[in-house]
């Protein structure tokens, strides 16, 4: 089916192709990815087509091999997903109590002004010296330092419930706080 005129004609090709692909998968959508992966690699492998041979026959190996390549991703991602599933087993969940402090943990932190957030992020979950973090926020290292001080002395004083904006308080609003129902 090639033409003298255009020996890489992978448009003719395409009925074939998808035949080939759904009876491999035996879905459509996952025929039509498998194609077009195939035609991005034929696409990316063009200089290795010889002009006497046939394009079908080649089209039809980058699609074969295309379809075991992604048998052998998935089933290696099987096996890293079950070995981590083990591994799960012998790790005991966490507790409520220490899941709901995570959670205060995590929101104090996200509460933290954002340039103060930044340097204490980069110095302590990223583990970047002063200089380093100075050089990726562009400020002087005395800058980050101050941000940095400035953000552990307010988680320090969220832990202690001395918020440093504290949110205002409920108040009965209509009645006197002195009346009991």
């Given at each position: 089916m090639t033409t003298n005129s255009?020996?890489?004609n992978?448009?003719?090709?395409?009925?074939?192709?998808?035949?080939?692909?759904?009876?491999?998968?035996?879905n459509p959508d996952d025929a039509e990815d498998l194609v077009h992966d195939a035609l991005v690699r034929a696409l990316e492998r063009r200089?290795?087509?010889?002009?006497?041979?046939?394009?079908?026959?080649?089209?039809?190996?980058?699609?074969?091999?295309?379809h075991i390549d992604r048998l052998r991703r998935d089933r290696a991602t099987h096996r890293r997903q079950d070995a981590a599933l083990e591994l799960t087993e012998f790790v005991a969940p966490a507790g409520q109590e220490h899941a709901v402090r995570l959670g205060q943990v995590r929101d104090a932190f996200l509460a933290l002004p954002e340039e103060q957030r930044e340097a204490l992020h980069l110095v302590a979950i990223e583990e970047l010296s002063y200089q380093e973090a100075a050089d990726v926020l562009n400020i002087p290292v005395g800058t980050l330092m101050s941000r940095i001080s400035r953000a552990r002395?307010?988680?320090?004083?969220?832990?202690?419930?001395?918020?440093?904006?504290?949110?205002?308080?409920?108040?009965?609003?209509?009645?006197?706080?002195?009346?009991?129902?």
């Open positions: 255009n020996p890489f992978v448009i003719g090709q395409l009925a074939a192709l998808r035949r080939y692909a759904r009876s491999l998968v035996r200089s290795t087509f010889r002009s006497g041979g046939s394009i079908r026959n080649w089209l039809m190996s980058i699609l074969h091999n295309t002395a307010r988680l320090r004083a969220m832990e202690g419930g001395e918020e440093t904006n504290p949110v205002p308080h409920l108040r009965i609003v209509g009645g006197n706080s002195d009346d009991q129902p």
